[in-house]
């Protein structure tokens, strides 16, 4: 069972660079979501979709886009990296997002941004 | 704004039980949710509470008080894996631009 997959695992980037942080599900979950978690901070939510073509910001969307054009995959773009984006970056699924279904969380991926 | 606090760290000792204590203002409620990390890994799922309550699964136990706004997990006969990271969350009940909203989480030393 592959669950979330999350690619690559490791990036580093320099200032200015863009780059797509890759996410798929195989669960034919509705709700994905894209997490930053940064020391001391917690898990902050970027930008989420309940679905094929939906999607909204959370709380710190900016310098970031995503979109949502199957249910299966749901790509975290960074325009312009910056230094500040240097994080650790997850990706989430659940069945429905009003819905006692718990979140499924991918491996990670650990972005440097130089 | 949404507020969720927990505790930083905490220290317990092999073979105890240890309360982790999680309290919250959010505009609206749908549930809360544990989580456990450890270094390095993605989160995985402990438990749900949506109702005033305790529930149980096996070594650990999760309660809510929806009045006070405050949950807790409990982790009884600790082992030394136990040692991580323990998430709370808050689902809210409209999506508004935050359906999730995690904590920053309580970072448990289990010491033999």
């Known amino acids: 069972n592959a669950g979330v997959t999350q690619t690559p695992k490791f990036q580093v980037l320099k200032t200015g660079q863009s780059m797509t942080l890759q996410c798929a599900q195989d669960?034919?979950?509705?709700?994905m979501s894209w997490y930053r978690q940064d020391p001391g901070m917690g898990l902050r939510l970027i930008h989420y979709?309940?679905?094929?073509?939906?999607?909204d910001q959370g709380e710190v969307p900016n310098g970031y886009n995503v979109s949502r054009s199957t249910t299966e995959d749901f790509p975290l773009r960074l325009l312009s990296a910056a230094p500040s984006q240097t994080s650790v970056y997850f990706c989430?699924?659940?069945?429905?997002?009003?819905?006692?279904?718990?979140?499924?969380f991918g491996d990670g991926t650990r972005l440097s941004i130089l | 704004g949404q507020n969720i606090d927990q505790p930083t760290e905490m220290t317990a000792t092999e073979g105890a039980i240890v309360q982790i204590n999680c309290t919250y203002q959010?505009?609206?409620?749908?549930?809360l949710f544990w989580y456990q990390q450890h270094a390095g890994e993605a989160p995985t799922f402990l438990s749900y509470?949506?109702?005033?309550g305790l529930e149980e699964k096996g070594r650990f136990s999760s309660f809510l008080s929806r009045s006070k706004g405050y949950s807790y997990l409990l982790l009884k006969e600790l082992q030394m894996k136990d040692s991580a990271s323990y998430l709370c969350?808050?689902?809210?009940?409209?999506?508004?631009?935050?359906?999730?909203?995690f904590g920053k989480g309580t970072r448990l030393s289990v010491i033999a």
């Open positions: 979709s309940v679905g094929a073509g939906i999607t």
């Open positions: 669960m034919n979950h509705e709700y």
């Open positions: 989430a699924s659940s069945r429905s997002v009003y819905s006692n279904q718990p979140q499924h």
């Open positions: 509470n949506v109702l005033d």
């Open positions: 959010t505009s609206g409620f749908n549930g």
């Open positions: 969350a808050v689902r809210l009940i409209s999506g508004g631009n935050t359906p999730l909203v």
